[in-house]
């Protein structure tokens, strides 16, 4: 029990607390600026691209921060640094500032944060070129999940701490395997809707 206790933490219930809240919020948002008859597929895309949007830029912004001009996490104060004290526990490149992780976290936020509410005023909008760039914005953050693992991998997983629950299946596990899943169907999900459009299209221009 007392092990339990030392490895979850005050850091690590108000780390999944901040997330949860996150996600509230985004759920919030689709029922506030989406119509009733949104398809469900609309719904659930909003609610990932308005939580992933704000993940970047307050999460993964906080981080940046901390980590750029001579800064890195290890050794800066504050409420969002210990938090990401508490994820480099599992991952130690994060408390480091590895340059890897940050040239990523550089695209991520301001690249890939952008691209989330710029999509999300599309969804808004129902205009169907977003799924154009839902397509880009999943493509770069499973290219991003890659780019961030793979090395580490291939190096034998020197930074990774997998020795308890809480650092493996959700810091490592969890954390990460989302930004592979949901940006997959949103792919599927994507693609099924241009190439019927194109497939359309070029039906109508025969028969024309």
Not at 75 to 80: D, H, K, L, R
């Amino acid at each position: 029990m007392s092990n339990a206790s030392q490895i979850f933490t005050a850091t690590s219930a108000y780390s999944l607390a901040f997330v949860t809240l996150v996600g509230v919020a985004a759920y919030a948002s689709s029922k506030a600026l989406l119509p009733r008859n949104a398809r469900w597929q609309d719904r659930v895309t909003f609610v990932w691209l308005a939580f992933d949007g704000i993940i970047h830029f307050s999460l993964e912004g906080s981080f940046l921060y901390y980590s750029m001009f001579g800064r890195q996490v290890n050794t800066s104060p504050g409420p969002m640094a210990q938090m990401w004290r508490e994820y480099a526990l599992a991952d130690a490149r994060w408390g480091t500032a590895d340059p890897t992780i940050v040239s990523l976290e550089i695209l991520t936020v301001f690249g890939i944060g952008s691209m989330c509410f710029y999509v999300l005023k599309q969804l808004v909008q129902n205009d169907p070129a977003r799924h154009y760039w839902i397509i880009v914005l999943s493509t770069s953050e499973i290219y991003g999940g890659w780019m961030t693992f793979c090395p580490e991998w291939l190096t034998g997983s020197p930074s990774l701490d997998t020795s308890n629950a809480l650092y493996l299946w959700v810091y490592l596990v969890f954390m990460n395997v989302i930004w592979v899943f949901i940006p997959l169907w949103l792919m599927v999900d994507s693609y099924t809707h241009i190439a019927s459009s194109l497939r359309s299209a070029q039906a109508n221009a025969k028969i024309s």
